[in-house]
């Protein structure tokens, strides 16, 4: 058995943390860091040990901040302007009092909030809220955006869902990394093998036939026309030569083998169509897990109120839950679509964090789990570091 000791980066509605595994199953917390900014997203490139966190929102803007000291301080690369730019530009002594200064954000008004990061050789991508996507050649000091996503054809049809039209998957072929995939709600999956030139969408049923999808058929975001739905909620790529990748959207769990040309529905034997994050083991392509939720308008709580992770060993064609060291009883959180993570430890170890503080680890691929840090702000998502 060999266990890694990663770094988990959390970002939250205050800011970023970032949790530091220690000797005999030990974790500290350090932060918030970015100013205590809504942090959606936090990555890390375990070549470097460069960290980025994105977030923002309406009163800040968006923004990008770099750490290269492993999270003891960061650097802004503030993208687009808020409202409390627009303030302090017309008062100078809130301004004096909030510490601003005139700044040059490249992009305006024309986005709030980074949603989503992405490592791809040495470049680093960005998705935005509404949907965009931006590049960093220069390690995320500065940005441009990748014009050709926002040219698309079916740009025009692109909804926005509950939470917007947000661009908030970015994944890369960690062999070829100008082969990208894309997910946005309420646009589906998109792909490319040019680094971004030109794109594909790719949400096609792998059946001729509609799926018997019961409650899901009178769904907006439920399959039809051909299509597997929209509102896709997260999407992970499987390890080895093949182009698996699994997609959670808002009625289901789907398959693709063949890099999001076709999508198989694997949703039965889970108790439920609704839900969040996914993740794909480190080496084993046909091993997933996902975190299912009652329902969009039920609470969005694990069914019956029992937290649990249910685990897939043969690509979705069977299922079993994960409950040891979890809540059974009066369990009402919410796991959010980039909140779940795991490392490349043998076994593999997993991470969940809640909306209501907490973060869960298993050392064990899922067999047992242990809460590892509690009253957090709201967890908006969970990744690992692992350096060296």
């Avoid at 770094?7 to 939250?12: A, C, H, P, R």
């Avoid at 750490?67 to 302007?81: I, N, P, Q, V, Y």
């Avoid at 698309?152 to 869902?161: F, I, L, R, T, V």
């Avoid at 499987?238 to 699994?246: E, S």
Wanted: overall charge negative; aromatic content about 10%; hydrophobic content about 40%.
């Amino acid at each position: 058995m060999m266990r890694t000791r990663p770094s988990l980066l959390v970002g939250t509605t205050k800011g970023a943390f970032i949790l530091d595994s220690g000797a005999e199953g030990a974790w500290s917390v350090r932060g918030p860091f970015c100013d205590g900014w809504p942090i959606n997203h936090v990555v890390g490139d375990p070549a470097t040990g460069t960290l980025w966190a994105g977030g923002g929102g309406d009163w800040t803007g968006a923004g990008v901040w770099r750490s290269t000291d492993g999270g003891h301080s960061w650097t802004l690369a503030k993208l687009s302007t808020g409202q409390m730019d627009a303030w302090a530009s017309k008062d100078p002594e809130f301004a004096a009092m909030v510490g601003w200064t005139q700044g040059q954000e490249p992009f305006g008004a024309e986005f709030s909030q980074v949603w989503s990061l992405g490592v791809a050789g040495d470049r680093v991508y960005a998705g935005t809220k509404p949907a965009a996507l931006l590049a960093s050649d220069d390690g995320g000091v500065t940005w441009a955006e990748v014009e050709s996503l926002r040219k698309h054809p079916s740009a025009q049809e692109w909804n926005p869902g509950a939470a917007g039209l947000v661009l908030h998957t970015v994944l890369a072929d960690p062999g070829d990394p100008t082969r990208l995939w894309l997910g946005i709600s309420a646009a589906g999956v998109f792909a490319s093998k040019d680094a971004g030139g030109q794109w594909e969408r790719r949400n096609s049923l792998a059946l001729a036939e509609e799926p018997d999808a019961g409650a899901m058929a009178d769904h907006p975001g439920g399959p039809g026309g051909g299509e597997v739905g929209l509102c896709v909620h997260h999407i992970v790529r499987a390890p080895g030569p093949g182009d698996v990748l699994y997609q959670r959207n808002h009625v289901g769990v789907w398959r693709s083998g063949d890099g999001g040309l076709t999508w198989t529905d694997i949703t039965a034997g889970l108790p439920s169509t609704f839900g969040f994050p996914m993740r794909v083991h480190p080496r084993d392509p046909d091993t997933i897990w996902t975190i299912p939720l009652n329902g969009d308008m039920e609470g969005r709580y694990p069914p019956d109120a029992a937290a649990a992770v249910w685990r897939s060993t043969d690509g979705g064609s069977t299922w079993e839950a994960q409950r040891d060291g979890l809540p059974q009883e009066a369990c009402f959180f919410t796991v959010l679509r980039q909140a779940m993570a795991g490392d490349t430890g043998d076994p593999a170890g997993l991470y969940f964090g809640t909306n209501t503080g907490s973060v869960f680890a298993s050392p064990d691929e899922g067999e047992s789990w242990a809460e590892i840090a509690r009253h957090l702000p709201t967890v908006l998502s969970v990744e690992t570091l692992e350096v060296g």
